[in-house]
Structures are given as C-alpha cells and as structure tokens.
C-alpha cells in the first residue's frame, strides 16, 4: 500500500511551547488529509480535513487557534500544537489519500507535555 | 452521537477458528466502509472496504460483510493467527460528500494459542 510519514514518533515539549508534527505521503499525492488524536482506550478522534492550498475543515470542538493546519503542497501536511499543555498530551495520526481511495496512516506522534 | 459502533471492546477466539467482528452504523449517508487493524503506539493499517454497491469482499483471510438494511458490518477472519491480536477499527465515510472517515471505537481482539 501507500507510504504515509510522520514525524517526529515521539516528542517531549515544555508547557507553553509550541510543537510541530509533519506528515507526508511519500509515493502519491494526496488530495485529502486528515488528522486524528487517539485518546488512550478510546477511538480515532477527527479533529479536522485539510484539502492542499485552502483552509483546513474542523471538527466540532476543536480549537482553530491552538491546532494549527498547514498543508502546503499535495504530499505535505503539518499540525502544529501551539501554547501547548499537559492535556494536549495524546497520540496524533495523520491520514492521507486519494479521492475514491482507502486512507494510509502515518504512524503516529505521542506528544507529551510536561 | 457516535455514527460508528463497536459494541464490543473485546473478544478472545482460539487459534484456527474464526474471529467476527462486529459494527453499526447510525449514518445511511455512508457509502464506504473500512476495517483498519492497529498495534499499540503505532497508526492503523488498511485491511479491507467495501463499498455500499456490495454485500461482500474477500481478501485472503479477511472477508468484510455488509448489511445495509440493518446498517451492520462485520469482518471475518479464518482462520485466526496469533499475529491477529490488535485493536480492529471500523470505520465509514461518504465519499461523494466530504471523505471523512468515522471510526469507531474499536474492538481488541485476542487469539488464544
């Protein structure tokens, strides 16, 4: 299947700074991505769509301001957690695909806030 | 409202038998439906789809109903592997509205040597 990147895997980050996760589909270009926070023991949560050049969809109770989306280019979509706090603290994955097409996921970032 | 149900957050099946998943969906807007299997700390990886157009697919080991009626769906894996063991998600979407995929909240499944 597809290759979607995500990075970093792992990132520690001080309360009150700000973080930034990439995620790349490295073999096709993606018309659509999408990201996901995953609460432990809980499901895939969507937090917004972004379409390549316009503004990114969000997800009912997600704040614009603090969960910034950039997606610059068809293979290149970048979440950044800003301000961040303990309680960002989760797992994030990334999606990417094709229209018509199933979904590839990155593998994910644990951001932990301390 | 949870548009995609897995009532069960677990199931234990023996090595060789079959695993079936199960899920239900609110949303008779969805016309795409995935399973995704997912290792701790790790993304969910593709299994199967099925459009609405069908009842059926089968993949290998992996064979994904779907009822529209009762808006139910289920996998089937025969026969179970210990490499099975994951968390399975089912998931939908509307692919000539938006794309979103809804997932539900997944279901753990465990096979018994």
């Known amino acids: 299947g597809a290759v979607v990147s995500q990075h970093p895997s792992r990132v520690i980050c001080k309360s009150g700074t700000s973080v930034k996760i990439e995620c790349r589909s490295l073999?096709?270009?993606?018309?659509?991505m999408f990201w996901y926070r995953q609460f432990p023991k809980q499901s895939l949560m969507l937090m917004a769509t972004?379409?390549?050049?316009?503004?990114?969809?969000?997800e009912q109770g997600v704040e614009k301001d603090k969960f910034l989306i950039n997606h610059a280019s068809l293979t290149l979509s970048t979440l950044t957690v800003t301000s961040a706090h303990p309680e960002d603290s989760s797992f994030y994955i990334c999606?990417?695909?094709?229209?018509?097409?199933?979904?590839?996921f990155g593998q994910g970032t644990r951001l932990t806030v301390v | 409202d949870q548009q995609v149900k897995q009532n069960s957050p677990s199931l234990s099946v023996q090595e060789g038998r079959i695993s079936i998943l199960n899920c239900d969906y609110t949303?008779?807007?969805?016309?795409?439906f995935l399973w995704y299997k997912k290792y701790p700390a790790e993304g969910p990886t593709f299994l199967i789809s099925?459009?609405?157009?069908?009842d059926k697919n089968e993949d290998g080991r992996f064979t994904v109903f779907l009822n529209k009626s009762a808006k139910h769906l289920s996998l089937h894996i025969v026969p179970s592997q210990p490499g099975d063991s994951a968390v399975y998600f089912c998931?939908?979407?509307?692919?000539?509205?938006?794309?979103?995929?809804?997932f539900g909240k997944g279901t753990r499944l465990h096979i018994l040597p």
């Open positions: 999606s990417a695909k094709l229209r018509n097409t199933e979904a590839f």
């Open positions: 073999d096709f270009q993606a018309t659509t």
């Open positions: 972004s379409n390549e050049g316009s503004k990114a969809t969000y």
């Open positions: 949303n008779s807007m969805f016309d795409y």
């Open positions: 099925i459009s609405s157009i069908k």
């Open positions: 998931a939908a979407s509307e692919r000539g509205r938006d794309d979103k995929i809804i």
